[in-house]
């Protein structure tokens, strides 16, 4: 069983920057990736962007291209999302999440595990 644990949430202006974090326990990890999605009040849950466990490579949402970075720990069993230039629509509660198997890593409903998320609000 996976467990992961969001941290780095928090109330920040607009422009301002924030960091979050993902640590995966629960034996011997070996999923196939990782990702971030956030879920607006009244809206659905969203892809954020997500990287491969090994190579690590990294995807994004094409509207969050150029200020967020997703970057992997593998000795650390940890994923951060740096969140640059945040605006007030970025305000969402951020959920990390474990893909097990090859396959879409945009959907949601591929994915196995998730965290309970940790909310970033973005004051105008």
């Known amino acids: 069983q996976v467990q992961l644990v969001e941290s780095g949430g928090g109330l920040v202006q607009a422009g301002d920057s924030l960091r979050l974090s993902c640590a995966a326990s629960g034996g011997t990890f070996s999923g196939y990736a990782m990702g971030w999605f956030r879920q607006a009040p009244g809206k659905e849950r969203e892809f954020v962007a997500a990287i491969r466990w090994n190579g690590g490579l990294s995807y994004y949402a094409d509207s969050l291209k150029g200020r967020f970075t997703i970057s992997r720990n593998n000795a650390k069993n940890t994923v951060d999302l740096q969140m640059n230039s945040l605006e007030p629509e970025d305000t969402a509660v951020y959920y990390c999440?474990?893909?097990?198997?090859?396959?879409?890593?945009?959907?949601?409903?591929?994915?196995?595990?998730w965290g309970q998320g940790t909310q970033v609000t973005v004051s105008s």
């Open positions: 999440a474990v893909k097990l198997l090859v396959g879409s890593i945009y959907r949601r409903y591929d994915y196995d595990y």
